[in-house]
């Protein structure tokens, strides 16, 4: 039997403790009687698990050290908020009322970090070695279009009725900005075919609706829901960011607005997220 050696990255705020403690040891409990289903009751499959605090966009491991690599809902976080994003005023990311120059910026930096991360892969991947990464995008060429943003868009609503309401400053407002880039299948395949360690194998888009609970879409189901797990899940996501902004003291008043903005939507619309899928395989 073969020996798999499985490596953890985050950022060295995660907790890995809850990681190793609580999913690791459930995942090795499925995979232990999948082998035995189909191998016999003394089958087993070696699988040693590490952890690897640090930035993925820059080196982690030692170099053709890995076979696979996977990535899941983390490439369209960019390393940092662009530069040059003072004219987006009233907004929190990229809208169809930002300027061009805020758009460029954005893009420019997603083409900086995603460039280092398929270099640093690329050295620590072994030559035909493999790499798979799920990240948001959009099927538009417009990077303001709404299938990609309105989802920030209902968050700076709900920001800009409390700057209304004098519970927060316009200045707060208009100095954040989120550090995420969602780029269409075209940008990802340019920047592939530009750095050069890797062929692609295949490019895919596919739709997430907004509401968990969609199969037939059913506005009965969406009200009563409310927006709240996907708020929710928003909130994991997006609360660390407006803390360090805005104070942790107004989080609950800024996440109930925003709920109410997701239902409004939802009950009107069957919005979704648009994730880009790319396999990719490791040629020099």
Known sequence: ??????????????????????????????????????????????????????????????????????????LMWLSQVPRGLEGNKGNIYMARSSPPKVLRAYYEQFQRDFSTFLECRGQELVVGGRMVLTLLGRRSDDPSSKECCYIWELLAIALNEMVSEGLIEEEKLDSFNIPQYTPSPKEVRLEVQKQGSFSIDCLEVSEVNWNVFDADFDRNVVSKDGGYNLARCMRAVAEPLLINHYGEEMMDEVFKRYRAQLATCMSKEKPAFVNVIISLKRIT
Do not use: W
């Open 1 to 74: 039997m073969p020996e798999f050696r499985v490596f953890l990255n985050d950022l060295p705020g995660n907790d890995f403790n809850t990681i190793f403690g609580s999913l690791l040891p459930r995942f090795k409990e499925k995979l232990s009687e999948q082998m035995k289903s189909k191998y016999g009751a003394s089958a087993t499959l070696p699988c040693f698990f590490n952890g690897v605090p640090g930035s993925f966009y820059g080196r982690l491991f030692a170099r053709e050290s890995l076979h696979l690599i996977h990535s899941s809902y983390s």
